[in-house]
């Protein structure tokens, strides 16, 4: 490609809505445009990456023997009431309806859909396994959309589901599909690790997301260097305290201390003379089961998740201030644990305190010298808050640690769950009737290539790994007015054609400055200058974009040199 054929509108400066380095360099790039909130545009150079990476991805897919469909971005409501998830799944689904009235959606994941297909076509235990895979547009109507492409509303997906006869069958996909997404991310030329994660609004028993580390990354994982245990923050396990030594001398009754004004964890305990850990927060939920009460420590924070799963799947949602007032008799910022009437829900981590400071449900009091059962009794204790550095592994007891990360990938065991809410089923070798065993395999195409700038990028713009990089060296011949140079550059362009390079040839009359401010930019794996000057030593100038060292190649021997680096970059994330 030529450069001055190439619709490629570069920025200098980063745009005013972008948040982080992805999106203020792919619109800076020339890759995206925006067309509404969370909607956005390919343009050449940013879709020329999305093939790249969705074509290593499909290979991967047919190399695990996954078939590739299509499925329709517009899905009928009938299907979504017959899964239960019509009403579950919350204002992301997108509902409209026809000139007829009839419901439907805009897709933002296709269970029910290819679920429908299978129960449809079906029979018999020798049409199984089954792997079935489609790239496809998503939308989900994100209340807040941000960040470009790693939160937008419309985004691609490749989304596969496997359908085996029993649990084994379903375990070996699950395995088979697993070790693809590894060769995926590798071959993508990423950090990446698999970490335990929560199933969500898709279900299932049991998934793992693949994480791209990134410092910038907006998701929190857990990470053992002893072990190698990782999970994300909502799904770490966190095992139970050791227990506590009862020896010592008896603790008083609880007593009642003046706080006036003293709402937050901070101003109670600085006050108090003690630390974080010795107080115990109360948290009031509403529940569609009612009002629940959460006791953590005050070093701790309350996982949501955890908690949702404990209501067996009813969303908690903390209450506000007539509700907390209601139930605790007391304002925000005074709520405790003693005498309160309500379900009593409690970490584990507070089973083993004691002498603990906690509200007084009266305004502008605390209790001292609180201690669990003897002042209060929970209705169990459970692993109900997020993991924190240093935590203890719960496999191994090494220290964790945090890292940041982007999902680019969601791997999960459906079991049952869709097949049996759409009667999905199949006949056995003995003639009986038996439900299909589902697996789902999510990976955010946009996403990936977004992440991969987080991962990737200095001050001075992106720099692409190989496989995804969209040209693979730009030749910049520096003054094009001069025949020689312009000769040189077309002959060297012409080289690299030939060894099935992908090259851009900078053919713009423009200053030498300007051409490496873009080359870099745009982040080109290789690069090759032609001028006056390298030409008088029968020479070329080369620069990776990873490195600031210069050097210089025969000008004959330049293609050849180029295809050996580009092909040695390419075996290095094989």
């Known amino acids: 490609m030529r450069y001055s054929r190439l619709f490629l509108p570069t920025l200098r400066e980063d745009p005013s809505e972008a948040e982080v380095i992805s999106h203020k360099l792919m619109v800076r790039a020339g890759l995206i445009r925006k067309l509404a909130s969370g909607i956005y545009t390919y343009l050449p150079l940013g879709l020329k990456v999305l093939r790249k990476m969705e074509n290593i991805v499909r290979e991967e897919m047919n190399r695990a023997g996954a078939q590739e469909i299509l499925m329709p971005g517009v899905q009928p409501a009938d299907l979504w009431k017959e899964s239960g998830r019509w009403e579950v799944y919350g204002k992301e689904l997108l509902r409209f309806q026809d000139r007829h009235g009839h419901d439907y959606c805009l897709a933002p994941t296709h269970e029910e859909v290819v679920t429908d297909l299978i129960r449809r076509e079906i029979r018999s235990y020798r049409d199984l396994p089954l792997n079935l895979y489609q790239i496809q547009t998503k939308f989900r109507d994100e209340i807040r959309p941000r960040f470009g492409l790693m939160r937008g509303r419309e985004f691609g997906m490749k989304d596969a589901y496997s359908f085996d006869a029993d649990e084994a069958g379903a375990e070996a996909s699950y395995r088979v599909m697993f070790e693809a997404y590894q060769r995926i991310f590798k071959r993508c030329g990423l950090r990446f690790t698999a970490v335990e994660a929560d199933s969500g609004a898709i279900g299932g028993s049991f998934s793992h997301e693949f994480m791209v580390l990134a410092g910038t990354g907006e998701d929190a994982l857990v990470h053992c260097p002893g072990c190698g245990y990782a999970a994300n923050t909502e799904k770490a396990e966190l095992p139970p305290p050791s227990p506590v030594s009862n020896q010592g001398p008896e ?12 709402r937050t964890v901070e101003e109670v305990t600085r006050f108090l003379g003690v630390g974080p850990d010795d107080l115990i927060k109360t948290m009031i939920y509403q529940t569609s089961q009612g009002p629940v009460a959460l006791l953590v420590r005050g070093d701790h924070e309350v996982n949501e998740i955890k908690l949702k799963n404990l209501l067996d799947g009813h969303e908690p949602e903390l209450a506000g201030p007539e509700l907390i007032q209601k139930v605790t008799g007391a304002p925000v910022g005074f709520a405790g644990p003693v005498g309160l009437q309500v379900r009593l829900l409690a970490d584990q981590s507070v089973k083993i305190m004691t002498r603990a400071v906690v509200g007084a449900n009266l305004a502008d009091y605390h209790l001292i010298n609180v201690v669990p059962e003897r002042d209060f009794s929970p209705q169990g204790y459970y692993d109900l808050r997020s993991a924190q550095e ?9 220290a964790m640690e945090i890292k940041r990360g982007i999902e680019v990938g969601h791997v999960f065991k459906l079991g049952t769950k869709y097949s049996q809410a759409l009667r999905a089923t199949y006949l056995d070798p003995q003639g009986r009737e038996q439900l299909v065993v589902m697996g789902c395999y999510g990976i955010g195409t946009g996403r990936t290539v977004a992440a991969a700038i987080e991962q990737n ?16 060296a730009v030749i910049l011949p520096l003054q094009v007015q001069d025949p020689e140079v312009m000769e040189a550059a077309e002959n060297l362009y012409q080289a690299l054609l030939k060894l099935e390079v992908d090259v851009l040839l900078d053919d713009r009359d423009e200053r030498a400055g300007i051409k490496f401010k873009d080359a870099d930019l745009i982040g080109i794996p290789l690069r090759l200058s032609v001028s006056r000057k390298t030409l008088a030593e029968n020479q070329v100038e080369f620069k990776a974009r990873r490195s600031e060292k210069l050097e210089f190649f025969v000008l004959a021997e330049a293609a050849g040199r180029i295809k050996e680096i580009r092909d040695r970059l390419l075996a290095a994330d094989d």
């Open 390 to 398: 240093g935590d203890p592994c719960p496999r191994c007891g090494a």
């Open 457 to 472: 990028h200095d001050s001075n713009g992106i720099i692409w790994p190989m496989p995804l990089a969209p040209f693979e």
């Open 251 to 262: 603790i008083p009754a609880p007593e009642k201390v003046l706080t006036k004004d003293m």
